[in-house]
Each structure stands twice: as structure tokens, then as C-alpha cells.
């Protein structure tokens, strides 16, 4: 997996307030592993030991609502941390973490986080700024819920995985979620989900291949929202 003073990945989170003896400290304590698509990096509920940092894939925070649907609340990318939030407030995680597509992980345990907590100021204010990102982010989603037609909350979901996780040279989405999954960040029935895709396509505002997804018409979906 390599050193984490070598690591680009590191740029992208609180992690890059660390100087290179710290983060010698978390070369020597870290455990890397692969989490397979599909695979569970932790369930809601789980107490944790400590953060993971995602060196490579994507992976979903999802929430388990009374009728056993998944809400989706978040997509996390390659360069950033999970589980920040339970460290830092000592509580059982309120999400579960499923790998989206094949993922490399480092988990980092918790005494040497907090250790950083203690000793590097800037690193302690970066990770505050990360959980108040997710709580903006949260606040948002919500008011998505509350506000927005199922129509516009597609329309701005499939704008927002363009955004950012990119395309292919064929112009669909480098992310390739399930319906299922799909339904599931604009929390919606899987049904519903599949008819608003179709008439989508039909109106010439997205293009469907299976399951690659490419928005043929940004301007339409944009005036939708």
C-alpha cells in the first residue's frame, strides 16, 4: 500500500496537516486490506477503533429505515476518511459503510488519532471541518426530502455523480450504481426509480445502456431542479 508520507491520498483529507514523523507513526500502526464490491467495511451499530482511509474506490453510508429499504446518505470517494464522526463524539456508528466497487483501505487506529487530536491543532480543526461538512450535507439532504419532487432529486443526483466521480471516453458515468441504489439516495421505491430513468430517456435528457447512465441533455435536468 505504500508509506502514507508517499501517499497523494493524503492531500485530500485532514490527514495532510500531519508532519512526516506523524505520519511515520501511522505507517507503523496502520492495517491495510482490500474490501471487495459488495463487502461491508462496518454496519450501523458498530462500535469503532479507530478511522479508515480510502486509498482507492468508492463506498456508501446508508441508513436502515422501519420498512428494510437502505436510504443512501452519502457516496465516499478515494482520499477520504470514515468513521470520524464516532471517534470523535465516543459513539456506536448511526451508518453502515458498503463497498460500491473494489476498495483499498487503511484503518488507522484510534489512540494515535487522538494522540494527533492532542498535539497538532490543525490536524483537530481540519477533522471538526470534516464532520461539519457531513452535518451541511446532511441538513441538505433533508431539506431535498422535505422540499423537492422525486423528479427533481433524480435529476440532481445524476448531475451531482457526474460532477464527482467523472465520465468514461463514452461519455456515461464512471460510477455504476444499481437502481436499487439509485432509488436509494433520492429516496424512492426501486419502481419509481426505473420509471423516472425511462422517461428520462425518452425525453432525450439522459441516455440508458444497461446499466451505464450518460446525461445527453445537463441543460434539461438542471432547469427540471
Known sequence: MGKCEQCIVREFSAIKALNKDELLKIADC???YAVKKGETVFDEGDALNGIYCIKDGICKLSKLSDNGKD???KLVKKGELLGQRSLISEESTNLSAVAVEDMQVCFIP???ILQFFNENNQFSLNMMKSVCGDLKDADDNMVNLAQKTVKQRLAETLLKLETDFGIHEDGSLKIQLSREEIAGMIGTATESCIRLLSEFNKEGWIS?????ISLSNKKELQRLI
Open 110 to 112: 484510534k489512540q494515535e
Open 71 to 73: 436510504q443512501i446518505v
Open 30 to 32: 496502520k492495517t491495510s
Open 208 to 212: 440508458l445502456q444497461g446499466k451505464k
